[in-house]
């Protein structure tokens, strides 16, 4: 499945950190995942939730997208993916929720995508849906992940077993996930993972 030309010029002015290809598999994998609901967690301005998005309105699905919008400890000032233009100017943080919403608008997705704006650690507090595809994008842990159904879909981002490469929270998540018995690779492009939920505790 491939973005409709009209998307892909959205998603080409979109700030982000997930390149093509991996998208691609990203794609594949939401495509052939459950109708249902399904949730992102780490949004920024919205690249891959586009991509997610446009495969969720195909496939009757809905998609929420968390995040809390000030960015991950390599966004903050002094770090290497800090970007000026999206601190908001009032309160000198990191805001990419106006960036997100104007690719929701762009991308006619409004209706299909529903954002959250919180930290995981408190939605996962209240949070009881029922998942059938999820995409951990960034340095978080599977605070969520119990609520993917059996034959629900877990991709993960980030993936580096070498941690001179990058951070480790999202491989520890695959790992811990495989040495369970509750998950089977699927897929791998680059640093994306894809497993499939084939039982639960
Ligand atoms: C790598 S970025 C996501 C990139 C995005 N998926 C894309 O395609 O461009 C990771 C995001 O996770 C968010 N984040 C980090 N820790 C979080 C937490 N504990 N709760 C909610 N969001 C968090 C950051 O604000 C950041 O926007």
């Given at each position: 499945m491939l973005l409709p030309q009209r998307l892909l010029e959205v998603v080409a002015g979109v700030k982000g950190f997930l390149p093509e290809n991996e998208a691609i598999a990203l794609m594949a994998a939401a495509a052939s995942a459950e109708t249902g609901v399904w949730l992102e967690i780490g949004?920024?301005?919205g690249k891959s939730t586009v991509y997610l998005g446009y495969v969720a309105s195909q496939h009757d699905s809905h998609l929420i997208t968390i995040d809390?919008?000030?960015?991950?400890e390599e966004n903050?000032?002094?770090?290497?993916?800090?970007?000026?233009?999206?601190?908001?100017?009032?309160?000198?943080r990191l805001d990419t929720l106006p960036a997100l919403r104007r690719t929701l608008w762009l991308s006619g997705l409004e209706t299909v995508v529903t954002p959250v704006v919180a930290d995981t650690r408190s939605v996962a507090t209240w949070f009881q849906t029922p998942l059938t595809f999820l995409f951990l994008d960034g340095?978080?842990?599977?605070?969520?992940?119990?609520?993917?159904?059996?034959?629900g879909t877990l991709a993960v981002h980030d993936?580096?077993?070498?941690?001179a490469k990058g951070g480790q929270p999202p491989w520890h998540v695959v790992q811990r996930a495989l040495a369970s018995g509750e998950f089977v690779q699927t897929a791998q492009c680059d640093s994306l993972r894809v497993l499939k939920r084939v039982a639960r505790s």
């Amino acid at each position: 499945m491939l973005l409709p030309q009209r998307l892909l010029e959205v998603v080409a002015g979109v700030k982000g950190f997930l390149p093509e290809n991996e998208a691609i598999a990203l794609m594949a994998a939401a495509a052939s995942a459950e109708t249902g609901v399904w949730l992102e967690i780490g949004t920024y301005c919205g690249k891959s939730t586009v991509y997610l998005g446009y495969v969720a309105s195909q496939h009757d699905s809905h998609l929420i997208t968390i995040d809390h919008h000030q960015g991950s400890e390599e966004n903050q000032p002094g770090w290497e993916w800090h970007d000026t233009e999206l601190v908001n100017c009032e309160t000198g943080r990191l805001d990419t929720l106006p960036a997100l919403r104007r690719t929701l608008w762009l991308s006619g997705l409004e209706t299909v995508v529903t954002p959250v704006v919180a930290d995981t650690r408190s939605v996962a507090t209240w949070f009881q849906t029922p998942l059938t595809f999820l995409f951990l994008d960034g340095n978080h842990t599977e605070d969520v992940a119990p609520h993917l159904v059996i034959g629900g879909t877990l991709a993960v981002h980030d993936i580096f077993e070498d941690p001179a490469k990058g951070g480790q929270p999202p491989w520890h998540v695959v790992q811990r996930a495989l040495a369970s018995g509750e998950f089977v690779q699927t897929a791998q492009c680059d640093s994306l993972r894809v497993l499939k939920r084939v039982a639960r505790s």
